[in-house]
């Protein structure tokens, strides 16, 4: 049963730097498609960021030039840099793989609906 775990979050000031964590339990190696969404208060789920099974990234465009999305297989964990934060990416952030089944480029446009299972997520919270 593949469950990723999400940690790394918390509180920062606008400007400040998070580092989010998942390690994906269950799977032998992350070399699907994975990606970081987030969900704030009252919003629904967005895809942030994007790492596709041959390297490639993606990333929404609020945080293009912020966020960088990396892997490490050795670790089966997925990483989320996240730099010069803003109050507006406050939220609650969660990572995924990309479901058995589906093919095709994968990006941050893709449907959520291809992605799981879920994970708790961590809180990251950014004050002006």
């Known amino acids: 049963q593949v469950q990723p775990v999400e940690s790394g979050g918390g509180s920062a000031q606008a400007g400040g730097s998070l580092r989010l964590s998942c390690v994906v339990s269950?799977?032998?190696?992350?070399?699907?498609?994975m990606a970081w969404f987030r969900q704030a208060p009252g919003k629904e789920r967005e895809g942030v960021a994007v790492?596709?099974?041959?390297?490639?990234?993606t990333y929404a465009d609020p945080v293009k030039g912020r966020f960088a999305v990396s892997k490490d297989i050795a670790k089966n964990t997925l990483y989320l840099q996240m730099s010069n934060l803003k109050p507006g990416d406050t939220a609650m952030y969660y990572c995924?793989?990309?479901?058995?089944?589906?093919?095709?480029?994968?990006?941050?446009?893709?449907?959520?609906?291809?992605?799981?299972?879920w994970g708790q997520g961590t809180q990251v919270t950014v004050s002006s």
């Open positions: 995924a793989l990309r479901r058995r089944g589906y093919r095709g480029g994968c990006t941050v446009a893709t449907e959520e609906k291809e992605f799981g299972p």
């Open positions: 790492i596709d099974s041959d390297g490639s990234t």
């Open positions: 269950g799977y032998t190696a992350i070399t699907r498609c």
